[in-house]
């Protein structure tokens, strides 16, 4: 709103009933122990949604909001920021932070659709803009994140942010870099699990994991469209341990 909430134990989206305004995050990481020479793999922003929240006496239906995370072109202060100004006395282009070009790009980094299913960390890949970030070729402004569906009342949505009592839960932005040349680029899913790594060499894995234990279930390996190696129809036992995996043997290289 109109008042500065830097100290806040939340990041917040979305909006609600009740004659209260619709929220926005803005959100910085420190990258400066990262050499600027750093080839960045892989960058994934991760927060922990822990509450769709509406007032006890307000009724709501309630609606998946496609959360995004767009580029922020200039400065602004924790301390400072609020609906109207990003510095004290210095107001945003248009109250929220103007995502047009101006305060921010028009282009998002990227979206997940957010259902009403928290606790979970949620995972926003930006990878092609932490690049920028370090080799300098974009100020290290960090991004605005809102709900495109902003407008309609509902539910928001809570995330922790960097003042949560337990560090564990405070926003991350994991970074995998290399000084040495493209070794290989790994998408991370919801859950922190790689879900596709891209080689140096063009091999892509994919992997594909049991939606109700988190195991793994198969890999395959592709080049150029054609599959080259897969291990699937893999089983456990009841503590985890991998009892069977069948492999694919006919491979074309």
């Known amino acids: 709103n109109s008042s500065n909430k830097g100290s806040y134990e939340l990041l917040i989206v979305g909006k609600h009933g009740g004659n209260y305004p619709k929220k926005r995050t803005i959100i910085r990481f420190d990258i400066e122990s990262i050499p600027n020479n750093a080839i960045v793999l892989s ?8 509450k769709a929240h509406k007032p006890s006496w307000i009724s709501a239906t309630w609606v998946d909001r496609p959360v995004s995370v767009n580029q922020l072109l200039v400065s602004w202060d924790e301390a400072q920021a609020t609906r109207d100004n990003r510095l004290s006395g210095m107001p945003w282009n248009a109250p929220y932070g103007a995502i047009d070009g101006s305060d921010a790009k028009a282009e998002k980094e990227d979206c997940v659709l957010l259902e009403k299913d928290p606790p979970r960390w949620v995972s926003w890949n930006l990878t092609d803009l932490t690049q920028k970030w370090v080799n300098g070729s974009a100020t290290n402004y960090g991004v605005i994140m809102w709900a495109e569906n902003e407008d309609v009342d509902s539910y928001d949505l809570r995330f922790h942010s960097s003042e949560a009592d337990d560090p564990n839960l405070c926003p991350k932005l994991i970074i995998t870099y290399s000084t040495t040349g493209n070794i290989a680029s790994y998408i991370y899913d919801d859950y922190g699990r790689v879900d596709n790594v891209t080689y140096g060499n063009d091999m892509v894995e994919d992997n594909t994991y049991d939606p109700n234990r988190g195991w793994l279930l198969s890999k395959t390996y592709t080049k150029d469209g054609i599959i080259k190696f897969r291990a699937y129809n893999r ?19």
């Open 235 to 253: 089983t456990y036992d009841g503590v985890g341990n991998l009892t069977y995996s069948r492999e694919n043997d006919h491979i074309t290289y």
């Open 43 to 50: 960058g994934t922003m991760r927060l922990m949604y822990f």
